[in-house]
């Protein structure tokens, strides 16, 4: 739902969000990428297995040696796969956060917040921690790119995703969420899983979960198998699991200048039409829930689709409910990556018409291969020295 973090927001009018389009925007925003090359290494140490074996809270800058792989469950929060929901331990607390590969603030909802704010949310409390520590001093303000945001303190906690465990991960305490948040019951906040240059820490950005894991995992790397309509996929960290996809997995480059998981897609083709070879800047974002691509694409797709058509009122395509939708392929150097038509009918819109998942991504700057796109993957974002990103078609 929340998607790629604008760090630097200047030119941006929103329209009001639904539902139904998620990251409905109009007029003219640029995302600006914010320069900050002071990263916080966390030290690697030895204990991490027998904290983990023992069940006890690692003690506080102690950080992990290998084998500190693990897996956790994505659910999605609605019928819709609007996002998807991980459960995360902060020193014992578990909140249920959006995994997101669009932005790299790992922060929770909080008994910081004003109590209207707090309102049906499992919220963190720092004084109920053991390992706490308060950065004095530091603050955070996210904006995302459907217009929402939040901002607060910051701390650093023993913070646990199914079996890896980090210590001295700094955890974002809100102080303030916007009214999108305040609704989003379901969801207490966000990890983050960009790349740390666009964290929005201030005076220092702070490591992503993914960065202070990283070297006590087998292998630099987190997979992401997203399900369509409520059934629980799994983000697995630190290793590739075979029996999770088919035939051979494409890698492609990632461009890290602007922070995201960016890549150059190969083109596209609507149903059993033939391919289109055309370079698409595109961001694998997991926060985003649609597809987001340049006008050409939504145009040959939805002349595909009789009685689609652009909708001002939705902010976006529309097509009767009934419609039977073709396949939409995007390519990934010479990997397909077939996306199958009913996950493109995204959610009922008014009347008899329904939304659809791929839309135009004029005005962004650049693609969204968001939830409609992953969830038909298998994906690997390697963290090496040289990021890449692995698509494979998932196993059945
Ligand atoms: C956070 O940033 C937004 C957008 O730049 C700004 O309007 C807001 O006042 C900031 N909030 C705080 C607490 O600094
Ligand atoms: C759509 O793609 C699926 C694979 O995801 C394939 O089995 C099916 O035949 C395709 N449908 C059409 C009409 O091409
Ligand atoms: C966005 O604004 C910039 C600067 O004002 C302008 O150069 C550009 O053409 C605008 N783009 C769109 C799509 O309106």
Redesign the pocket.
Known sequence: MYGFAQIALA?ATFLSTTAASPLRKS??F?VVQKLNTQFVRSGPAAYARAFKKFNKPMPHDLAVATGNDGSVTASPEDAYDSEYLCPVSIDGQTLALDFDTGSADLWVFSTSLPSSEQKGHTLFDPSKSTNWKALSGYKWNITYGDGSGASGTVGTDVVTVGGTSVSGQAVEIATKVSSAFVSDTANDGLLGLAFSSINTVTPKAQHTFFDTAKSSLSSPVFTADLKHRQLPGTYDFGTIDSSKYTGTITYIDVDTANGFWEFTGSGYAVGSGSFVSSSIDAIADTGTTLIYVPDAVVTAYYKQVSGASYDSSQGGYTFPCSATLPNLTLGIGSYHAVVPGQYINYSPASGSKCFGGVQSD??IGFSIYGDVFLKSQFVIFDGSSTPRLGFAAKST
Do not use: A, E, R, V
Request: glycine content about 34%; hydrophobic content about 15%.
């Open positions: 030119l007029g003219n640029s004029s005005g």
